[in-house]
């Protein structure tokens, strides 16, 4: 049944009607842009794609457009074409208006949750999120016999990988061919990716505005009782490496600091709460795909400190926290704990931390165990 289901062509106009906005916005409109964006809200059903006949209606003002790359809707039926059809036509446009302007279109991690789900809804949502790497492998193919300048990048969290994998072999061909690392924990600690692109989100906040002087608009430095850090390293081990992280503080600050005039200690400080909050929601949804919704609230009563000294402790304070629940897995929990970024491994002798998001592939339980920093304000453990 999972190999019947085909969202292709739903997902090719998706992603067509999203260039189209963007190079809308740009000012770079064309008959591409006016045949994608004017016929956006008029397919007849994002499940239609499930049995291959959802179709478009087109209105008359829009088959002369058609008419330009050789289509002839003048005697569809019903005003509509097949969703095929459609989606030829953008192509068509699409190579002949865009030549020479440059996109990135980035789908961010995609996951969804089996929580509460019958097999046949996990099957529809497996299907869907597969058939998005099929449109990107084959749209990238399509830009690049074009000689066009676009690119799609996709991402995909290991679970849903696996998961997708198990229904669909032929799936891993694409995932083993396209995949490479992405890290945005590079570079020296003042200069790294993830820091410039904070400041840079910083600078350029004020739309329409001139730029901002970073120095002077943010605290460089950040204290906590006794300990103090620099802006940058505050970041790095307030987060995992991911751009979104940072949008996701950014975010937490201005809801906390609506009317603040810069960002200073106090800012960053009460926006840690609700920052800490949203960060661990999004873990342990990614979580909840494999073990259920009532791992967040358990982990919550159970962490009381920042790290454990032997991996024992942990086990004996965290882990068998689960122990009446048979139907969860404690050692794949522990796995996914690690490499969801919930906890690393801490040596306490030389003050070392490991963790997944810095390439660390396996848990060792010969180490003490640290919980994320960015989660400590969630846990009341700071």
């Known amino acids: 049944m999972f190999l019947n289901y085909d969202f292709r062509l739903v997902w090719e106009r998706t992603f067509f009607v999203k260039l189209a906005e963007v190079l809308s916005g740009a000012g770079l409109k064309s008959a591409f842009t006016s045949f994608a964006i004017g016929e956006r809200s008029r397919l007849s059903g994002l499940f239609d794609g499930i049995l291959k006949t959802a179709s478009v ?9 058609a008419a330009e790359v050789g289509f002839d809707f ?3 039926s019903n005003d509509e074409v097949s969703l095929s059809q459609y989606c030829a ?3 068509e446009l699409f190579k002949r208006h865009h030549t020479v302007e440059r996109a990135f279109l980035f789908v961010d ?8 789900k019958k097999a046949d809804e996990i099957r529809v949502r497996a299907a869907m999120v597969r058939d998005i790497f099929r449109v990107a492998r084959d749209l990238n193919n399509f830009f690049h016999q074009n000689d066009l300048d676009f690119h799609i990048i996709t991402s995909v969290r290991p679970e849903i990988r696996d998961l997708i994998c198990e229904s669909d072999a032929e799936i891993n061909k694409i995932f083993d061919g396209k995949s490479v690392l992405l890290s945005w924990d590079m570079g020296l600690e003042s200069d790294s990716l993830l820091f410039r692109l904070f400041k840079q989100k910083v600078i350029h906040s004020r739309q329409r505005l001139a730029p901002l002087s970073f120095s002077d608009f943010v605290d460089q430095s950040i204290s906590f009782g006794k300990r103090s850090y620099s802006l940058e390293e505050f970041i790095r081990i307030n987060t995992w490496s991911r751009p979104r992280d940072v949008v ?3 975010n937490a600050i201005s809801f906390k600091s609506p009317n603040a005039e810069r960002i200073g200690v106090n800012q960053v400080k009460q926006a840690l709460n609700e920052f800490s909050r949203r960060s661990f929601v999004e873990v342990t949804e990614e979580i909840s795909v494999r073990h259920g919704s009532l791992v967040a609230a358990t982990l919550r009563a159970s962490i009381k400190k920042p790290r454990y000294t032997y991996f024992d402790e942990f ?3 965290v882990l068998n926290a689960f122990a009446s629940k048979p139907e969860i897995d404690r050692e794949l929990l522990l796995d996914d704990l690690f490499q969801f970024g919930v906890i690393g491994n801490w040596n306490k002798q030389d003050s070392r931390f490991y963790w997944a998001h810095r390439g660390e592939e396996f848990f060792d339980k010969t180490q003490g165990v640290a919980i994320h920093e960015g989660l400590w304000n969630y846990f009341n453990i700071r």
Do not use: P
Request: no cysteine.
């Open 57 to 65: 209606k087109i209105s008359a003002e829009y088959v002369g457009i």
């Open 315 to 317: 086990k004996r304070e």
């Open 74 to 76: 003048s005697k569809m």
């Open 109 to 116: 991690e995609l996951v969804f949750s089996k929580v509460d």
């Open 248 to 250: 996701q503080l950014l």
């Open 89 to 91: 036509v953008l192509r």
